[in-house]
């Protein structure tokens, strides 16, 4: 009897090892640390909305609180998607998701990687960076200042506001143009960011900075993106537009602001000689340039026997190329979108363009628009682009 009364005791040391080992369930114990961090990152993100600098700085490091202090945020939130933690010390992968109040339609979400530290009880942030792969933001690269246009939002760090002024009058030229070619199916308005450098730029692209040198602005979004998704950016190289003329600097703003127009209908089957030659279409209509100083790379191709055999290739409008051949691809694709509004009429262009990006694949695509919308096959449009060549920059 004495040797079994010591069984229960050695059983009930084991179940009670268990029960905290384990918990009730029988699976490994959640580390409550992660649900904890999630409420730090609650209240930061509260902190953000409500520029509460004291609340911010109880979360963590709070550098760039500050920079945000102007730009209207209408929502902020993270979400914890995964947690390592060796003692007091964490890594947090987190979804950072916010909204441009008037703007962006959707939240805008970029991964970020949060590194944290256990104090005197508390967990608080001690660094917070893109997580790899993702791109900066414009107020990791200083304080952000903000100019309101009629149809534009303009946010730029290390800009003067005068600087940013001039880039809303650009765009709030460019988005009625833009609506009085394309139609009034889109927001109206767009956002365009300004950082100081190239390298900026590079940084808000998540990419190298070698790559944009020439390239004087882009625009971000998802092709084909819903009705619900987050404003596009169009985001300026400050070095390749300060060196542009009065003329190219509205081309280029209204080209992008195209490109946000038009984005709901731009797919995988859209092929790049029309998005980017619509964008440029758009971009150079009522301008009264003539066809060889739009186009001077191809005039001379043309000049020199050197005619194009077939449309540019996606692959040509690559920005680490050849200069010369990427300025021809664009050229061209602009040359073809020029062809369709004079032979078939701009409400063609534009059922062309919609019927290219509703074809649920790349392949057939550009086949069936011009079988449908044009009456024309690819043989026979790709000899009248040749021919158009011919004539206009001949």
């Given at each position: ?49 409500h ?21 209207p ?27 441009v ?16 530290a256990?104090?005197?009880g508390r ?61 009034t199916d ?111 790379e191809?005039?001379r ?81 790709t ?12």
């Open positions: 009897m004495a040797g079994r009364g010591r069984v229960p005791g050695v059983v009930a040391s084991c179940v009670l090892l268990l029960v905290a080992l384990v918990g009730c369930s029988g699976r490994p114990a959640h580390d409550t640390a992660a649900d904890t961090v999630q409420g730090v990152l609650d209240r930061r993100a509260a902190a953000v909305l520029r509460d600098a004291a609340a911010y700085r109880a979360t963590g490091a709070a550098p760039e609180l500050a920079n945000l202090r102007d730009v945020l209408a929502a902020w939130s993270y979400r914890l998607t995964g947690f390592h933690r060796t003692g007091d010390r964490a890594t947090a992968d987190v979804d950072l998701s916010y909204r109040e008037g703007y962006d339609r959707a939240p805008v979400t970029t991964g970020r990687t949060l590194r944290l256990r104090g005197e967990w608080r942030v001690t660094s917070d960076r893109p997580a790899k792969k993702a791109a900066e933001q414009l107020w990791e690269q200083g304080a952000v200042s903000v100019v309101r246009g009629e149809h534009s939002l303009v946010l730029g760090a290390g800009q003067s506001r005068e600087t940013l002024r001039r880039f809303a009058g650009l765009a709030d030229r460019a988005v009625p143009a833009v609506s009085r070619t394309w139609g889109w927001p109206g308005h767009v956002v365009v960011l300004v950082p100081k450098s190239l390298e900026g730029m590079a940084g808000l692209l998540g990419a190298a900075a070698s790559g944009y040198r020439g390239i004087a602005a882009v625009t971000t979004g998802e092709a084909g993106g819903p009705a619900r998704a987050p404003a596009d950016r169009i985001i300026i190289n400050p070095e390749a537009y300060g060196v542009l003329g009065g003329l190219g600097r509205q081309v280029v703003l209204t080209h992008e602001t195209t490109h946000v127009a038009s984005r709901a209908h731009t797919t995988a089957a859209t092929p790049l000689w029309l998005s980017e030659g619509y964008a440029d279409w758009a971009g150079y209509l009522g301008s009264g340039r003539p066809a060889a100083q739009v186009a001077p191809l005039q191709a043309v000049a020199d026997g050197r005619l194009p055999a077939a449309l540019p290739e996606d692959a040509d409008f690559g920005f680490t190329g050849d200069a010369a051949s990427l300025a021809r691809a664009y050229e061209g694709g602009w040359m073809a979108c020029r062809l369709i509004a004079d032979r078939w009429g701009e409400v063609r262009l534009n059922d062309f363009y919609r019927a290219v990006g509703a074809h649920p694949q790349r392949a057939g695509a550009v086949e069936g628009a011009l079988r449908d919308v044009l009456h024309t096959t690819p043989e026979a449009f000899g009248r682009w040749r021919e158009y060549l011919r004539s206009q920059l001949g």
